[in-house]
């Protein structure tokens, strides 16, 4: 079971410009997005971690993705 909502990720898709999303695509794009996410969190949890932190900030999540 996913843990993003198919609704949204459908209508984020529609923002960006397509006029349907086929199930199996919305299927696809939230798995991507999960694992995407995944990777990104996971990333900046080292990140804070080799700073002698526990929480997450949003300068660890902005160096993860520009890694």
Do not use: N, S
């Not at 199930?23 to 999960?34: L, N, R």
């Amino acid at each position: 079971m996913a843990d993003l909502p198919k609704a949204a990720i459908v209508r984020i898709a529609k923002k960006a410009g397509a006029d349907r999303v086929g199930e199996d695509a919305a299927d696809a794009i939230v798995a991507k997005a999960e694992a995407y996410i995944a990777k990104i969190a996971k990333d900046a949890f080292e990140l804070a971690k080799h700073a002698g932190r526990k929480t997450i900030k949003a300068e660890d999540v902005d160096l993860a993705v520009k890694e």
